[in-house]
């Protein structure tokens, strides 16, 4: 995977927009990030609930690590973009996707 191809995913999702924050992209649905490729091109993160992230750690831990600190316990799930296959990272991208077009 490659950052062109995550940025490919995530616009693949409805009403998504691509933005910018602390000069790197993001990925929102309904003015909330859910997703971001990193100032390291070799890395995304996925916004994920804590469950979610245990889930994708657990299941594939060459592809997806959780962020150190409070964000990382919050469910941010970075991405390694070299490991991941299209199909997981499809997934948890939707995953972050619903997360954030559904909440309050």
């Known amino acids: 995977m490659t950052p062109d191809g995550f940025r490919k995913l ?9 933005s910018e924050h602390m000069n790197h992209p993001d990925f929102r649905v309904n003015g909330r990030i859910f997703a971001t490729i990193a100032p390291d091109p ?13 889930d994708f750690v657990r299941s594939d831990p060459d592809a997806f690590v959780r962020v150190n600190g409070g964000w990382g316990r919050g469910g ?5 973009l070299k490991a991941v296959k299209s199909a997981k990272l499809s997934a ?4 972050a996707w619903l ?3 559904q909440s309050d």
Request: glycine share 2%; charged share 25%.
């Open 99 to 101: 997360n954030k077009s």
């Open 92 to 95: 948890a991208l939707k995953l």
């Open 10 to 18: 995530a616009l693949r999702l409805p009403d998504t927009v691509e």
């Open 76 to 80: 941010a799930t970075k991405v390694v």
């Open 42 to 54: 070799a890395f995304g993160v996925v916004m994920l609930t804590p469950r979610q992230q245990r």
